[in-house]
């Protein structure tokens, strides 16, 4: 028979001197010695089995009895086993394990250990881990939970980091009680036993190998490699998307904000024209949203992303900051826009050119703002929080340098081609003063836009919220209540893979 070890101490009478069997070399068994060696061999993180054996009569079992658990358990004699010695087996964690975990802890995610291993097996491992430290310093056994109220079960979940001796309703009662504290909690496992458990969690993970049938049909997520290290990849690439739907919006938002308030403004300023024509809108809409837009989308991880810690619960895409930067963005383009079409109507530069030609130029330089314009917006939202005034805005992303030049050629061959530019767009070539204020709104939106993103910076480093983590903007409010009732039937939770 092999087992717990400090379980199968409790079931033991005899032990065998030396290891031999024999009753020759029975003698009665010293408990206290046992629990030592047990306790020496689990606190260098060593997996411990128990191995005994014992005598019963022929006629007790048949020829194809599965003994299990409850044959060894519970038996009239009481302690009547031999224990003949101690195994143990050495499991080293992953050393990309080890790193993973150090990483998770740095973006705010906490982790914790639960096992069926002996509790100073457990300790042991933790500290290998990294999860055990002076906040949370110690274990507690699937035993003492049992003995804890909901309440003391909820402040036990929050000061401890590893779990021995567990069983499958302590893995339920530990993902209600972090959920009822406010905590997101992902639950892993591979067992049949541990699909009551993924399925309560915000995330079941299931391991893709070794994982039974019945854990992964009850997760959310299944790790093809079975390795903790793509978890927090996974994190991390979640962070990532969505990041880059937020930068999607503060590029497209804008821009297409002020192609409408463009329009608008110039109307309420007098020009004698919109400042850009209808398909002028079309166009920069449907090339701003396919290049400028669709390098955000893609753009890589941002450096320092795995050192902020998790985004509230019920946060939605558009929080406070995001929300000021639209508008900033908006108000810029849709002031440059304006302000270089009424330079050119009202500045005295073309009032002997026609009416007709006039009108051209106006839109002319109105479209290249805005669209050069636009480039700006979409270099500042490359970066969250990191400045883009640096080598590293035409760097990381290829798409970034490729869709500014595409953008560029295509203004560039719009407003020269004649034709093209006069019946389709209705505007004509810019000469030098009409580049020079294209290049003064776009050097204006990107400069300003980084100087909100600096004072950003600067008020996260003084401690303010930047992120809504704590104001309770723009989110779907408060975690939902949970029920720390245990699922029905969850008392007498023994599953067992069947084996066809």
Request: proline share 4%; hydrophobic share 45%; glycine share 10%.
């Amino acid at each position: 028979v092999k087992g717990a070890p400090d379980r199968m101490v409790k079931l033991c009478k005899y032990q065998a001197k030396g290891g031999v069997a024999g009753d020759e070399n029975l003698e009665d068994i010293n408990e206290n010695y046992w629990i030592e060696q047990i306790a020496i061999l689990s606190s260098h993180g060593l997996r411990v089995l128990g191995l005994c054996r014992t005598t019963i009569d022929k006629d007790s079992v048949k020829a194809g009895d599965q003994l299990g658990p409850e044959f060894v358990n519970g038996r009239p004699e009481g302690k009547w086993l031999t224990m003949v010695g101690l195994c143990a087996i050495m499991d080293p964690p992953r050393p990309e394990c080890v790193q993973a975990i150090k990483e998770a802890r740095g973006a705010g995610v906490r982790v914790a250990m639960i096992t069926g291993d002996h509790k100073d097996t457990a300790t042991a491992i933790g500290h290998m881990l990294g999860i055990v430290d002076e906040k949370y310093s110690e274990a507690v056994t699937g035993p003492e939970l049992d003995a804890m109220s909901d309440e003391e079960i909820r402040k036990c979940v929050m000061t401890h980091n590893v779990f021995a001796r567990a069983s499958p309703q302590n893995k339920i009662r530990i993902v209600k009680a972090l959920q009822a504290e406010g905590q997101v909690s992902s639950m892993t496992g591979d067992g049949v036993n541990d699909a009551p458990a993924l399925k309560a969690a915000n995330m079941g993970v299931a391991m893709g190998k070794e994982g039974t049938d019945v854990a992964r049909e009850a997760s959310e997520m299944i790790i093809a490699d079975d390795n903790f290290a793509t978890i927090v990849y996974a994190v991390k690439q979640g962070r990532v998307v969505w990041d880059n739907l937020r930068k999607v919006l503060l590029v497209n938002t804008p821009i297409n904000n002020s192609q409408g308030l463009s329009v608008l403004f110039g109307l309420l300023v007098k020009l004698p024209n919109t400042p850009i024509s209808a398909i002028q809108i079309l166009y920069s809409n449907f090339i701003c949203a396919v290049t400028l837009g669709f390098v955000c989308a893609i753009e890589p991880a941002e450096d320092g992303i795995m050192e902020l810690p998790p985004r509230r619960v019920g946060k939605r895409l558009i929080g406070r900051f995001l929300f000021l930067r639209i508008v900033l963005g908006t108000v810029l383009l849709t002031g440059c826009v304006v302000g270089s079409a009424s330079i050119i109507e009202y500045g005295g530069r073309y009032d002997d050119w026609s009416v007709e030609e006039r009108e051209r130029m106006m839109r002319g330089v109105a479209f290249n703002v805005l669209d050069f314009g636009a480039i700006s917006v979409m270099l500042s939202a490359r970066f969250a929080y990191n400045s883009s005034i640096h080598p590293r805005v035409f760097q990381g992303n290829p798409a970034a340098v490729f869709s500014i030049a595409i953008v560029a050629v295509l203004q560039v061959f719009l407003s020269y081609v004649p034709g093209l530019n006069s019946f389709v767009f209705s505007m004509r070539g810019m000469d030098g003063f009409g580049w020079g204020l294209t290049f003064a709104s776009m050097v204006i939106v990107f400069i300003v836009m980084e100087i909100e993103k600096a004072i950003r910076r600067h008020l996260k480093a003084q401690g303010a919220d930047t992120d809504d983590r704590e104001t309770p903007f723009f989110t779907d409010g408060k975690a939902p209540e949970v029920d720390m009732k245990m699922p029905k039937g969850a008392s007498k939770l023994n599953l067992q893979e069947l084996n066809h």
